[in-house]
């Protein structure tokens, strides 16, 4: 039977209730693919990142070093000082020092603070901190310089190898009794630590300037002075039964720069 017969023949009609639904679902399957393949995808929109200061993540790093102690060498984020330095600036402020000068008059003041230098946060180059070689390097007199270290080196090892077996070529010389008697001594005795007194108390500052302690000294001494030339002008005295002369004076004086020495 040819596709002719087939098609004008009634055998078609007796096909169509069974092919049908299987066409309809085939058709109705490549609609829903076309329908979703016709569909475009929309853009995602892109959410702000928050931005995260450096105090944040110092905090952040500052957290994780005290919640886990293996970080707390860790490499850490390093904050520049103020002025152009390169770390951060470890003055106390104002209201915390302590530090005062005298005024005169027995009167004291804060002490002003210390200037910056000029140098703060440059970079100097090494030949600067580093003593740099004098001489060329290869030359001969570096060489002749190294070959003589290395042959004092190694006869230092030699003799201290001979030394070690029993056959020293340089004889030791043997410590003196007197010596030997110290050293003991010292190694015997029991080391003292030095207690500070529980009673101790700091002076207090004078408020007066260098000069003015200058003048109050002198004038301390200039009248223990005086005391102690009485005391040696009556001591003369009593021993000759005569007021000194001018030898007596000279040597009442010296007695008493003596005094004062000491």
Do not use: C, H, W
């Not at 994780?64 to 904050?79: F, H, T, V, Y």
């Not at 600067?128 to 004092?152: F, I, L, N, W």
């Not at 070690?164 to 190694?187: D, F, H, M, Y």
């Not at 000069?211 to 001591?235: V, W």
């Amino acid at each position: 039977m040819t596709f002719k017969d087939f098609m004008d023949g009634g055998q078609l009609n007796e096909l169509a209730p069974a092919v049908l639904p299987i066409a309809k679902a085939v058709v109705g399957g490549v609609t829903s693919v076309a329908g979703l393949l016709s569909k475009k995808k929309k853009p995602q929109q892109q959410q702000p990142q928050p931005t995260v200061t450096d105090t944040q993540t110092q905090t952040t790093v500052d957290e994780a070093k005290a919640l886990d102690p293996s970080l707390a060498g860790g490499a850490s984020i390093r904050q520049t000082g103020a002025g152009g330095r390169k770390y951060p600036e470890r003055k106390k402020p104002e209201s915390e020092r302590k530090r005062v000068k005298a005024i005169g008059g027995g009167r004291t003041a804060p002490a002003a603070s210390y200037k910056d230098r000029k140098d703060i946060g440059a970079t100097k180059a090494r030949s600067e901190v580093e003593q740099q070689p004098t001489k060329e390097r290869g030359s001969a007199e570096v060489k002749q310089s190294y070959a003589d270290k290395v042959k004092a080196e190694r006869k230092a090892a030699a003799l201290a190898r001979r030394a070690a077996k029993g056959g020293s070529s340089t004889p030791t010389a043997k410590p003196k009794a007197k010596e030997t008697e110290k050293k003991a001594t010292e190694l015997l005795k029991t080391k003292k630590t030095k207690t500070v007194s529980p009673d101790y108390k700091p002076q207090k500052a004078s408020g007066m300037t260098r000069a003015e302690r200058d003048k109050r000294r002198g004038e301390g001494e200039r009248m223990l002075k005086g005391i102690m030339k009485d005391q040696e002008t009556a001591k003369y005295k009593k021993e000759t039964g005569v007021n000194p002369d001018a030898k007596g004076r000279q040597k009442i004086l010296g007695r008493v720069n003596k005094r004062m020495a000491n």
